[in-house]
């Protein structure tokens, strides 16, 4: 054990040594200098277990000592031997970091080295309890904690060479679905191989941390330029390019990257920091494996979008959500088939808002779930509202998104709600995308076959917009494809659109199931249409989607027949009154 003793007093010294050696069997090795000084010029050229410090010195006195050795060597264990015992003293210099506190005249050799041996543990101990607080324990970069007091120190060095800073913030793509599907043992491997390969992309003086979870950041000083920012993110995300291989297995790994400037965006470690995060959601939204600047615009941006899912977690709380309904028509005798209903929001400070506007912030937040299924129960309601009225009742398409059909017990609380409400299945269809039904083919079969159990149409909305994969219109239990209202646009206009339409109704008829064209607007479309045997139309040609209510009244003075309704009559007042709130 290498000892360093600073003590003006040889007598002190003399007798230390003494009675260390009379106690201890290991052999030690004591370095005594006299002053502060040849303290200093010891500890920098020699390598130490432990200091003994005596705290009046010719050339320091008491805490000024210690803050002396401390700048020299932060990492070195301090036992303080003073002449005195002052309690107060004590607790002062404990508080600054020293290890422990001896009174020269009360100490026996052993007393000295069992403070010794401790000295040396307990700076060891709160060595590692630094690091572990500072760095991150699963791939040994720097944490969070690290990041903040870096960030800081690093705008501190930008302001005095007046340069700027760039923080990069990662977060890698699907990373919960990966854990999800393989492991956490394999998440976490494949963090710590992320954390190598960004490691081995950033140059030498950057700072590459773990801000959390599946989260990194990269901290790149001493920029001029605000071009450079981007051939370092495309770096970082170029990293992730090839695939890994863990226990045999190969992983693809992708990035999105949010990236902020000092002084540019903020001069305020924190506020950096959210602006990447922020940033970094942007990218993500974009399309994952992409990077992204933050701007106030993209700020302002997500306060909207905040403030659109608290007002429609009110509006689902003060019922402010309707439906409107929109005829489907046979496309030879013009007699309603169907109605779609159409969800409204009647809001109190936005006004009327249209589906478009915030079904997207309904999906993204999971409110379409409990909305969905008030959609649902509404839906009953009215068709047992036009039940009363003696009104020839006609099966509601109801538009499904995702989110709600991915819920695990979707058709069982469907079934349910028909039931409660005494309604006949056969009175309700479901119109789903594409993308959702090829989303998740076991758990989409499951749960359309439930559906089909119950007794309830499926329907393929936006028909032809997708990826479409014809091989699930085999397996999938469906009845019904919506041609898309894009394709209905163009027809007698665009060859291809005549072609595509044409495709799909005779895809539907050879599959038995029923084509519908939506959007129809023109007598050409509809012509075109009749011609080439579409069975059911919708559109603004036939009418507008109405309130639930005024449906009811429409009907009034044609009870028990359903309603026809001419093409030459698509200006009829009544039809178009009630929707005109929603032209675009
Ligand atoms: P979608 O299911 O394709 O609905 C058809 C949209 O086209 C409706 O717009 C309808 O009003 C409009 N439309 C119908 N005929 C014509 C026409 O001849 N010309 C034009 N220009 N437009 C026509 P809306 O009501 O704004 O709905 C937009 C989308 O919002 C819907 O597209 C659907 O994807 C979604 N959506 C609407 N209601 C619901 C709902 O209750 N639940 C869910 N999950 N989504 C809904
Ligand atoms: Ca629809
Ligand atoms: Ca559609």
Redesign the pocket.
Known sequence: MKILFIEDNDADADFLRASLKSSCAEELDLTHVSTLKDGVIALSENDFDVLLLDVGLPDGEGMECIEVVQSVDPDMPIVVLSGHGDEDFAVSIINKGVQDYLVKQETKGRVILRAIRYAIERKRSERRLNYFAQYDGLTGIPNREFLTGYLDSAITRAEREKNKVALFYLDLDKFKTLNAQLGHEIGDVLLKEVAQRLYSHTRAGDLLCRAGGDEFAVVVEGLTQVAEIESIARKLINSLNDTFLINGREIVASASVGVTVYPDDSKDAQVLLKNADIAMYQAKEAGQNKFKYFTDNIHDEIVRKHKLEEDIQTALRLKQFA?VY?SKVDIHTLQVKGM????RWNCPTRGLV???DF?GAAEKSGY?VPL?YW?INDVCQTINNWKCKNIKLVPVS????AL?FQQADFADRVGEILESHNIDPELIEL?MTEGLLMADTDATQKCLTSLKAIGIKISV??FGTGNSCLAYLQKFPIDILKID?SFVDDVTLNADSDHICKAIISLAKSLGLEAVA????TKRQLEFLRENDCNIV????FGR?VWGKEIANLFENVKHETVLVKSSQATNAQILNMDTE?L?
């Not at 939506?518 to 607007?521: M, Y």
């Not at 919708?538 to 040609?541: A, D, E, R």
């Open positions: 439906l929109q779609e209903a159409l969800i249209r589906p478009a079904i379409i969905g959609i109801i538009n499904v998104s709600q119109e909305d936006d209202k939506e959007g129809v607007e919708q559109g603004y040609l989607p929603f675009t």
